[in-house]
């Protein structure tokens, strides 16, 4: 059982900058990837960054704005976004599953465990 926790969130203004924190805790998740999701009112889940064995994935949309890393000491996954703008206003989750191929991390059933949330609002 793997448990997650997301923090991090709260409302800046655009051109801003937040830092969320996923932290991960069970067995094994040190292998695991872990991903960062996020979902605006009335719109689809969408995979935002993944991170896994020293490789780093990010959606089109955040690529030179938002940097993904890894602490492993203290099993925590950290999403640094910068340059805020209003459409990434969003509830972002952080996600993992084991073994999960890297060509699949912006599908969301491919994830078994989920954080709760943290909400990210960005004003204009």
């Known amino acids: 059982e793997v448990q997650l926790q997301a923090s991090g969130g709260g409302l800046v203004q655009a051109g801003g900058s937040l830092r969320l924190s996923c932290a991960a805790s069970g067995s094994a998740v040190d292998d695991y990837g872990i991903a960062w999701f996020r979902q605006a009112p009335g719109k689809e889940r969408e995979g935002v960054s993944f991170?896994?064995?020293?490789?780093?994935f990010y959606a089109g949309s955040v690529k030179d704005r938002f940097t993904i890393s890894r602490d492993n000491a203290k099993n925590t996954v950290y999403l640094q976004m910068n340059s805020l703008k209003p459409e990434d206003t969003a509830v972002y989750y952080c996600?993992?599953?084991?073994?999960?191929?890297?060509?699949?991390?912006?599908?969301?059933?491919?994830?078994?465990?989920w954080g709760q949330g943290t909400l990210v609002t960005v004003s204009s």
């Open positions: 991170i896994n064995v020293g490789r780093k």
């Open positions: 996600a993992t599953a084991p073994r999960l191929p890297f060509s699949l991390w912006r599908t969301p059933s491919y994830y078994t465990f």
